[in-house]
């Protein structure tokens, strides 16, 4: 509860890494105020073009990002930085590197611990000879060697994906506490089905048609909504616990928008055919996974804790616990980002 910068503990970032003859683009977004203190300004100064924090980011990124095509390094070049004007804090780092000739083999090494901490990771989409193959990058591998020409990518398997929604849901405490508000009250194994499952279906419906392109929503709109989706289930709960019967309405209404939130992670790839399939698949069960795995430890503790007289009135206390650090994140995310 008391880290308040961002509602995510793990940070991900999106990038493309194109291949044009012997000349590299690699193109990073990320969102600043996800990021750590210190990495998150310099962020934003590099965009906002102060020239020393320009300088000092263009030097880390020199050194986080090394690529060698057939065993020879490849020439950093231009770096340019710059931010949008959505007004999300999200900025996008560019560099270009020369090979001595076009690759058929690329070995990336990507390490922004410095910058980003331990747990940042980026999910990399290579575009060479009009394929593409998406690999993620982070904790668990900071290098990969892909094959460019000549040879069939490897590609990012459903696996990944699933893995990237485990750490997407669990990682991210506003839609964890919302799960513990829309439950706090809930003890019927039904009433939970019917709540998770209204869940589920709802962020999965809106999951899917943003990472198809059919649905846009700028984050600046959907974060302080999934901030006040958070305060209202919590106040709910401390006004109207009874109204059983239509918190599966609440569940499904809200998680049309925790839905978009989570499209994040997939929406700015650009996948399509099988790569988006095997993504949209893989992540939506990496979600529920994660989600049922909380539940499943989450319920039977809060109904063991409440059962000594005195902390009977435990889910009200989470209750307002819940809707004071709801109440913090939607003034955060309207007033400050």
């Keep these: ?120 990771q980026t999910i990399l989409s290579i575009r060479a000879a009009g394929a593409s193959q998406e690999r993620i990058l982070g904790e668990g591998q900071r290098t990969i060697t ?22 997407h849901i669990l990682g991210g405490i506003d839609h964890l506490l919302f799960l513990v508000a829309l439950l706090a009250h809930t003890r019927c194994f039904w009433g939970v089905v019917k709540i998770v499952t209204a869940f589920t279906v709802a962020h999965s419906i809106t999951l899917s048609l943003a990472a198809l392109g059919l649905l846009a929503a700028p984050g600046r709109i959907v974060e302080p909504l999934i901030a006040a989706s958070i305060v209202w289930v919590a106040v709910e709960n401390l006004i109207s616990p009874g109204r059983a019967w239509r918190r599966w309405l609440v569940a499904f209404g809200f998680g049309l928008v925790h839905g978009l939130g989570f499209a994040g992670a997939l929406a700015e790839l650009h996948l399509d055919g099988a790569a988006l399939a095997r993504a949209l698949v ?56």
């Design 282 to 337: 893989g992540f939506n069960a990496g979600l529920e996974l994660g989600q049922v795995a909380f539940i499943a430890v989450f319920l039977p503790l809060l109904a063991w804790a409440s059962r000594p007289p005195a902390l009977r009135r435990l889910p009200q206390l989470a209750s307002v616990l819940v809707a004071a650090m709801g109440t913090f994140w939607f003034v955060q995310r309207v007033f400050f980002v």
């Design 146 to 167: 892909v094959e460019v020409a000549g040879a069939a990518p490897a590609r990012a398997g459903w696996a990944d994906f699933v893995w990237l929604g485990i750490e």
């Design 1 to 120: 509860m008391a880290a308040p910068a961002g509602a995510h503990v793990t940070s991900t970032g999106l990038a493309t890494l194109s291949v044009e003859g012997e000349r590299l683009t690699y193109v990073l977004d990320v969102v600043a105020p996800e990021m750590p203190e210190a990495g998150g300004r310099l962020l934003s100064a590099a965009a906002d073009g102060d020239p020393p924090m320009a300088q000092a980011l263009a030097e880390a990124m020199r050194e986080a990002i090394t690529i060698e095509a057939d065993g020879t390094p490849c020439r950093p070049g231009r770096i340019r930085f710059q931010g949008t004007r959505a007004g999300d804090g999200k900025v996008q780092l560019e560099l270009a590197l020369a090979c001595q000739a076009p690759p058929r083999r690329l070995t990336i090494r990507e390490d922004w611990r410095t910058l980003f901490g331990e747990h940042y």
